[in-house]
C-alpha cells in the first residue's frame, strides 16, 4: 500500500521521462492518473459555466448553449492538433530526439495560432449573425452578442491549451498537462461569480462575465504551459528557434490534426441526428437522454486517459523501434479498461433509476434517462476496447484508419440504425439508444482486426 501511494504522488507531481523501458504497468498508471484529472477538469469548464449563468437568465443559458454548438468547429481543430501533437511528439521523444521534438512543439504553436486566429476574426466580426444564423430570438441576441465576440476572440488560447496538452502529453509530462487545467479552471470558478454577479469592487457583467472568466483563466493556463515548456521541462526546453517555419514538419503534423479533427466532427454529427430523431418523441425523451449522456460521458472520462495513456506509450515505443512493447502497451490498457468499465455497468445498470433522478425530478424524464443509461451501459465492454485501440492508431499517427472507421460506424451504422429501429420498426427512443451499443461494438471489432493486421507499425511521422 505505502508503494501504491508513492506511486500515486509520483503519478500526480510528474516526471520527464520516456516510458520505453521498465514496467508498461507502472508507466499506464503514471500516465493516466494525471489524463484522467485533466479530462475532468476539461469538463469543470462546461459545468461551472453553466451553473452560474443559469442563476442569470434563461437568453443566458440560451446564449451559452447556442455558442457553444458553433465552438465545436474550433474544439474539433483544437483537438485534432492535440491528437496530432501526441503522435508526433511521442515518436520523437521514443527516438530521444529531443530537439525535433522540441521544433515540433513549435510548429504546433504556430499552426495552432495561424488557424485559431482566422476562427477568432470572422466569429467577432459576425458573432451577432451567428447567433441569428443559429435561431437565437432578439433578446438572445442582444444579451449574448458580447459574449459571443469574447468567446471567438479567446479561440487562441481554446486551441492552444488543447494542442499544449497534447504535446505534454506526447513526452510524457502528461502532470504538467494536468496542472494546467488545473489552474485554469482554479482562476475561472473564481473569477466567475465575481464578475457575473458583480462582486465587491466589480460591475455586474451577467453572461459576459462568464466569457471573461473563462478567457483569462484558459489564458493562465497556456502561460503556465508555456512557461512549463521554456523554463522548466529540460526535456523540451522550448527556444525561439524553434517558432521558425518549418513546410516538411507543419505538413505532417497538418495531416495527422486533420485525421483527428474530423474524427471528431464525425462523432459530433452523429449524436445531434441521434437527438434529432429522438426529439420525435417530445422534450421529456430528448431531457432524459440529455441527462443520461452527459452521465455516460462523465463515468467514461477514466477510461479515456487509459485510451489517452495507450496513445502516448505507442508512439514512444514506436520512436524507439519497440513495436512488440507498444503493442503490448495497448493490450494492456484494454484490459484495465474492461475490468473498469464491466464493473462501472453493472453499477450503473442498478442504480440508474437513482442517478437520472439526482438531475430531474420528472418522472417521465427519470424514466426515459434510466432506459437509456441502462441500454448505452450495455456496450461498455465493447467501448473498453475500441477507445483505447482507436486512440493507439491515433498515437501511431495513423489518423486515416480510425477516422474511416468512424465514418463508417457512425454515419453507415449507427444513425440508419436508430431511424429504422426508432421511427421504421416503431420501437420509440429505446430504439435509437440500442443504435449506440451496436455501432459502438462494430467500431470495437473494426479497429481490433484493423489493429492486429499490423499497418500502424511502419506509419512514419
Keep these: 500500500m505505502k508503494k501504491w501511494f508513492q506511486l500515486l504522488r509520483q503519478a500526480i507531481r510528474g516526471s520527464e521521462e520516456s516510458f520505453t523501458e521498465g514496467s508498461i504497468n507502472r508507466a499506464i ?5 494525471p489524463m484522467i484529472l485533466e479530462m475532468v477538469m476539461e469538463s469543470l469548464f462546461a459545468v461551472v459555466d453553466i451553473f ?17 454548438s458553433v465552438l465545436t468547429l474550433m474544439y474539433s481543430v483544437a483537438i485534432g492538433l492535440g491528437t496530432a501533437a501526441t503522435a508526433t511528439i511521442a515518436r520523437r521523444v521514443g527516438e530521444g530526439n529531443h530537439a525535433q521534438a522540441r521544433h515540433a512543439v513549435g510548429q504546433v504553436i504556430l499552426i495552432s495560432l495561424v488557424i485559431s486566429s482566422v476562427i477568432a476574426v470572422a466569429g467577432a466580426t459576425f458573432a451577432g449573425d451567428i447567433l441569428r444564423l443559429m435561431g437565437a430570438d432578439e433578446n438572445v441576441i442582444a444579451t449574448g452578442t458580447t459574449f459571443a465576440r469574447i468567446q471567438f476572440l479567446s479561440s487562441p ?3 492552444l491549451l488543447y494542442s499544449l496538452s497534447g504535446a505534454l502529453r506526447g513526452a510524457g509530462a502528461a502532470a504538467t498537462a494536468m496542472r494546467s487545467l488545473i ?28 466569457a471573461i472568466a473563462t478567457a483569462i483563466g484558459r489564458t ?5 504551459q508555456l512557461f512549463s515548456l521554456t523554463k522548466v521541462n529540460k526535456m523540451m526546453g522550448l527556444m525561439w528557434e524553434d517558432l521558425r517555419p518549418n513546410p516538411e514538419t507543419i505538413r505532417v503534423i497538418i495531416k495527422v490534426a486533420a485525421g483527428g479533427t474530423v474524427q471528431f466532427l464525425i462523432g459530433s454529427a452523429s449524436w445531434i441526428f441521434l437527438t434529432r430523431i429522438l426529439s420525435e418523441f417530445g422534450s421529456d425523451v430528448v431531457a432524459g437522454y440529455t441527462i443520461a449522456i452527459r452521465v455516460i460521458m462523465f463515468t467514461l472520462l477514466p477510461a479515456w486517459g487509459l485510451a489517452n495513456a495507450a496513445a502516448t506509450l505507442v508512439g514512444q515505443n514506436l520512436g524507439a523501434e519497440k513495436p512488440e512493447r507498444a503493442e503490448a502497451s495497448v493490450w494492456k490498457c484494454a484490459s484495465y479498461n474492461l475490468v473498469f468499465l464491466l464493473g462501472l455497468s453493472v453499477f450503473m445498470f442498478a442504480f440508474s433509476q437513482t442517478i437520472i433522478g439526482w438531475f430531474s425530478p420528472n418522472l417521465k424524464v427519470v424514466e426515459t434517462g434510466q432506459l437509456a ?24 499517427g495513423d489518423t486515416k484508419t480510425p477516422t474511416i472507421i468512424n465514418l463508417i460506424c457512425f454515419w453507415l451504422i449507427q444513425i440508419p440504425s436508430a431511424y429504422v429501429l426508432a421511427i421504421i420498426l416503431e420501437l420509440g427512443p429505446v430504439g435509437v439508444f440500442a443504435a449506440v451499443p451496436i455501432a459502438e461494438s462494430v467500431l470495437a471489432m473494426a479497429a481490433i482486426w484493423r489493429f492486429r493486421l499490423g499497418g500502424w507499425k511502419v506509419v512514419k511521422v
Design 157 to 159: 488560447v481554446v486551441v
Design 52 to 68: 452560474f449563468v443559469s442563476k442569470v437568465s434563461t437568453a443566458a443559458v440560451a446564449t451559452v448553449g447556442l455558442t457553444e
Design 373 to 396: 443509461l441502462r441500454v448505452l451501459c450495455l456496450g461498455y465492454g465493447f467501448y473498453a476496447y475500441g477507445m483505447v485501440v482507436i486512440q493507439s492508431l491515433n498515437g501511431a
Design 29 to 33: 498508471f503514471l500516465l493516466s492518473v
Design 220 to 224: 493562465i493556463g497556456v502561460g503556465y
Design 183 to 210: 489552474i485554469a479552471n482554479g482562476f475561472n470558478m473564481l473569477l466567475g461569480p465575481i464578475l457575473i454577479f458583480g462582486v465587491g469592487p466589480f460591475p455586474e457583467l451577467g453572461v459576459t462575465g462568464a
